[in-house]
């Protein structure tokens, strides 16, 4: 069956960094374009970046851009996000996605395949 699970969160001072990471199965994963959510404690889930399906382009949203990276490798079925300079506001569920819908990436309706997702705490 069709898995994306996600590792990497944790609990880290503002200022530090984190990787996380998200590890694919039981769907053809070149196919897809691949992103990453978050969502806060009664916030709406908000798209993060998307990385493209041979990982040659890459968009981001303005609240991260500049501190997170999204990278893939499709050879291991896994998808990863590099996030810098955390702030306390980063702290959030986190989420991986897979679509076949880039122009409406930032829509949550646009993904077929979501992970379970992994927490990320940002303290002062």
């Known amino acids: 069956q069709v898995q994306l699970v996600e590792s990497g969160g944790g609990s880290v001072q503002a200022g530090g960094s984190l990787r996380l990471s998200c590890a694919a199965s039981g769907f053809t994963f070149r196919s897809y374009a691949m992103s990453w959510f978050r969502q806060a404690p009664g916030k709406e889930r908000e798209a993060l970046a998307i990385i493209s399906i041979d990982g040659a382009v890459t968009q981001y949203a303005d609240s991260v851009k500049g501190r997170f990276v999204i990278s893939r490798d499709n050879a291991q079925h896994t998808v990863w996000l590099q996030m810098n300079a955390l702030k306390q506001e980063d702290s959030a569920m986190y989420y991986c996605?897979?679509?076949?819908?880039?122009?409406?990436?930032?829509?949550?309706?646009?993904?077929?395949?979501w992970g379970q997702g992994t927490q990320v705490t940002v303290s002062s």
């Open positions: 996605a897979a679509t076949q819908r880039w122009n409406t990436w930032t829509d949550s309706r646009s993904y077929t395949y």
